[in-house]
């Protein structure tokens, strides 16, 4: 019951060791069972996937806690790491949302709006941007992608002129 409670309490810890020990505790982890049982039990070989996930989500959260003022820490944390765990699926290529499909729902709709590839073509000149949020993002993937296809095609003019 104790290591159940301590979980609750795992950033309020870490925040405190971070306080004392700058540097020195990076993770903290509690198990709910008996020592008995713990015995017994072989030991494990690595973290499973499951509680690589969950450290890194840690991680996310305290990071993002160091940024917010110091009597706000615990609760960005908690909230932070709140977030994280409802997330599902990867983070989208182009603007970073958590979804399930690749490009994201959003990103794919506006990777056909005309405006996206008429701003994408102006980045792709060297033109200031004129769109904001998502929009911009995916104009400059695309403005990526095609100035990438451009060296691709001028690569191998530039190894036959060099030589």
Known sequence: MVAHQLTYHRLLLLRRYEERFPGMVKEIRF??????????????????????VQLAQSRKALALAQEAPPELRDKVARAAL????R???????????????HPCPTCRRLLQAP?????????????P???????????????????????????????????
């Not at 709140?82 to 765990?85: G, S, T, V």
């Open 115 to 127: 405006a996206v590839v008429k701003e994408a073509e102006r980045l792709y000149r060297g033109k």
């Open 87 to 101: 997330q599902k699926g990867t983070p989208c290529p182009i603007c970073q949302t958590p979804s399930e499909t």
């Open 82 to 85: 709140a977030l994280l765990q």
């Open 31 to 52: 198990q709910v069972g008996s020592p008995k049982a713990r015995e017994d039990s072989p030991k494990p070989q690595d973290p499973g996937p499951a509680q690589g």
């Open 129 to 163: 941007p004129r769109l904001q949020g998502e929009a911009l993002l995916v104009a400059r993937h695309l403005a990526r992608g095609k100035l990438l296809q451009a060296m691709r095609e001028l690569y191998p003019e530039a190894l036959r002129r060099k030589a």
